[in-house]
């Protein structure tokens, strides 16, 4: 069992940043792919941003390619998710997760863990 505590979230205005941490107890995410997603209210949870095991191979969603890096320390057991020049869309619940596959996916069913979220809420 992998458990998953993310932390970081706020209030912030837009054009802010903020840098999400999601620290992970139980087991070494270093055989886990990781993951960040959001769910704003009435809508699906959504793929925010991938990093692989080794953290060599990242992927991004669209909306926050550019403005958002993923990354990960191994041996801190922890990944992170800095989130540069916020728009008030950026609002959501964020999630982190944890996915047994070498590199990280898309798709909310190939993870295994999820953390119960951070608040991240940017105002305009």
């Known amino acids: 069992q992998v458990q998953l505590v993310e932390s970081g979230g706020g209030l912030v205005q837009a054009g802010g940043s903020l840098r999400l941490s999601c620290a992970a107890s139980g087991r070494t995410i270093s055989n886990y792919a990781m993951g960040w997603f959001r769910q704003a209210p009435g809508k699906e949870r959504e793929f925010v941003a991938a990093?692989?095991?080794?953290?060599?191979?990242?992927d991004y969603a669209d909306s926050v390619k550019g403005r958002f890096t993923i990354s990960r320390d191994n041996s801190k057991n922890t990944v992170y998710l800095q989130m540069n020049s916020l728009k008030p869309e950026d609002t959501a619940v964020y999630y982190c997760?944890?996915?047994?596959?070498?590199?990280?996916?898309?798709?909310?069913?190939?993870?295994?863990?999820w953390g119960q979220g951070t608040q991240v809420t940017v105002s305009s």
């Open positions: 990093i692989s095991r080794g953290g060599g191979i990242k």
């Open positions: 997760a944890a996915g047994s596959g070498p590199h990280g996916s898309r798709r909310l069913s190939q993870y295994d863990y």
